[in-house]
């Protein structure tokens, strides 16, 4: 391939990185929003999350010219198709804090004084922040076992979601008046346990391209 | 492009069509396993569920061995990039099949006769359904028209979504004995939804690789 295909697949692992920095903001703002039911921040995201559409909309139209240019095989040819699924991976995680946004301006409105409850998501935030960073660490390093690591603290944020589910059911029964304002903050362990699953789809992805097989389905 | 390349072209789309099928079919299995709290069925879910993970990967091999055989531009490279991300797309509506019959699973354990109440999802899953068939029609059809009304479709989806939202959080209020079994049931909701929102994906990426243009992000 040509040195000048070469300097063009840079440019295109810069924008997926940029990406990736801008989606993490997102959900760092959104799940700081939580904690102080910041609908200021949580509105920010709601109205940033356009940043996010257009740069993978302009990452794939790139990566298009980039097959249609250069007509790259083998391994160029995989990091491109993977580059491709991933961005789309991105740009969900982004639609993920939107949604965690969405739970934080409705929990605003519902939160009351007399409601004590509250679950505490700080660790499972770090966590997916973590799989988000080291998924596409691992694939502008060709990472596999920083990938293979990324797929198994999937385990770790599953388990913090049942945690969640288990704590806030209990709460639900001593406080039927809360319903609405315990089911949104069960519903954000589930955008957050998304956003790991999607770190682990780009995760997968690397070891696919890499391995030139198929883990994704637990082979 | 030669005529080989357009025969081959032509048996990736009939694995693309039988694929959806076949998703179809899981995710009719796992939505009647609800009314009835059918295990056997929705165990079934869960056992075939591979079928898909692995056409899905013999899919994107296919496509990955037509772009370094055949090189394709224009539109030929817009379809190819499209069956790759809708391949994905309907691999992850089997798992949202398997999620309800996971659900199915839960509630069976937890439905006491004293829970008396229901919500019928049966609208909401004939419209899934038809969201599927009628994406899929409009990819190997190249129907613009067709996909833009599967976009519209998903409105109505999230609608009974909120209606079963708004229902059951009342028999909550009524039955806080009955939490597990009443989130499980709210959960099918969200999981339909989902499936929903993959189906407009792949409508959205016939849009986009026949116009060529992004309407992905509501342009």
């Known amino acids: 391939m040509s040195k000048r295909f070469h300097k063009e ?33 949580a509105t920010k995201v709601k109205k940033t999350d356009y940043e996010i559409d257009e740069t993978e909309v302009e990452i794939e139209e790139e990566c298009l010219k980039l097959l249609a240019l250069y007509q ?17 991976d991105l740009e969900r995680i982004g639609d993920q804090a939107v ?19 509250y679950f505490d998501y700080s660790v499972m935030v770090e966590k ?6 080291q998924s596409l660490d691992a694939l502008v390093n060709m990472d596999v076992e920083l990938a293979i690591s990324v797929c198994q603290q999937d385990e770790a944020v599953d388990n913090i979601k049942r945690e969640a589910y288990s704590a806030i059911k209990k709460s639900m029964k001593n406080s039927s008046d809360q319903l609405s304002y315990l089911i949104n903050l069960f519903l ?11 770190a682990t789809n780009i995760a997968e992805e690397v070891i696919h391209m890499i391995e030139g097989e198929i883990v994704r389905h637990g082979k």
């Open 99 to 117: 949604n965690i946004a969405h739970r934080v301006l409705t929990m605003s409105k519902e939160r009351m004084s007399s409601c004590t409850y």
């Open 188 to 198: 954000i362990s589930r955008h957050l346990e998304r956003i790991g699953d999607h």
């Open 72 to 88: 790259p095989v083998a391994m160029d040819l995989r990091f491109i198709i993977a580059v491709i699924k991933i961005n789309n």
């Open 128 to 133: 997916v922040k973590m799989m988000i960073r």
């Open 9 to 41: 697949l840079n440019e295109v692992k810069k924008m997926i990185l940029a990406l990736g920095a801008n989606v993490e903001k997102n959900v760092r703002m959104a799940t700081d929003a939580i904690v102080s039911c910041n609908t200021e921040l």
